[in-house]
């Protein structure tokens, strides 16, 4: 066990529905990174939240959006949704209250694989 | 932009080769390296390298950055079958990014 915890695991819905992805990070962890992973595909940085805020934006569509809350756990949310969005979504968490290089380490959840028929 | 790219993309061999494992990068403001293997599910970490030539080693892996010529190198020895999985290498920038290549599939044959 990681220490990050995402729910669901896995996901079955249909085009045009919207779900919602949550992610508890590790317990001191600050950072919340979400990546989505196609099938045979690497791992695609979709968005940061770092304290609460927005830090960093990857190639996330504008049908998804995220949050991170003041408990500092995290949802992405997917609306519209097409089959391509089919993928296995990964929550990773880090400390970064030191900013020093190599001080950071990703650790990742289990992931939620949804599937969109 | 910043990019990640990681060869071969796979690689099948005996058990007891060696194998190393490539990671080339063009980051913008590089802060770190790191190498995650994925089995089924989560990447798990394996190394952070920051410092040029300095190598990290644990068990049978190890591994070794050049900051210079923007590449690093994971090695495997005396590989076994445990070891088949998908080997991702991320490099984080100044902005707290981490970018991932598309990883590099391992399988060992027993």
């Known amino acids: 066990d990681s220490g990050v915890t995402q729910t669901p695991k896995h996901l079955i819905t249909a085009t045009g529905q919207r779900v919602t992805l949550r992610c508890s990070p590790r317990?001191?962890?600050?950072?919340v990174y979400w990546y989505q992973q196609s099938l045979d595909q690497g791992l695609q940085f979709l968005i940061q939240?770092?304290?609460?805020?927005?830090?960093a934006k990857g190639n996330i569509l504008e049908r998804f959006s995220a949050q991170q809350f003041p408990d500092l756990h995290s949802e992405l949310n997917l609306s519209s949704l097409e089959l391509g969005d089919s993928a296995l979504y990964f929550c990773?968490?880090?400390?970064?209250?030191?900013?020093?290089?190599?001080?950071?380490?990703?650790?990742f959840g289990a992931g939620s694989r949804l599937t969109v028929l | 932009e910043d990019k990640v790219v990681q060869s071969p993309l796979s690689l099948v061999v005996h058990e007891g080769d060696t194998v190393t494992l490539n990671c080339s990068y063009e980051v913008t403001n590089f802060r770190s390296l790191l190498w995650y293997k994925q089995e089924k599910k989560a990447p798990t970490f394996l190394f952070m390298l920051?410092?040029?030539?300095i190598e990290k080693k644990s068990g049978r892996l190890s591994s070794i950055l050049d900051n210079k010529e923007l590449f690093s190198i994971l090695n495997i020895t005396a590989t076994q079958t445990g070891d088949s999985a998908v080997y991702l290498c991320?490099?984080?920038?100044?902005?707290?990014?981490?970018?991932f290549g598309t990883g590099t599939r391992l399988k060992v044959l027993a």
């Open positions: 991320a490099v984080e920038n100044r902005s707290y990014k981490y970018i």
């Open positions: 920051t410092s040029s030539g």
């Open positions: 317990s001191g962890d600050l950072s």
């Open positions: 990773a968490s880090s400390v970064e209250r030191d900013r020093s290089p190599g001080a950071n380490v990703l650790t």
């Open positions: 939240y770092y304290n609460g805020e927005e830090r």
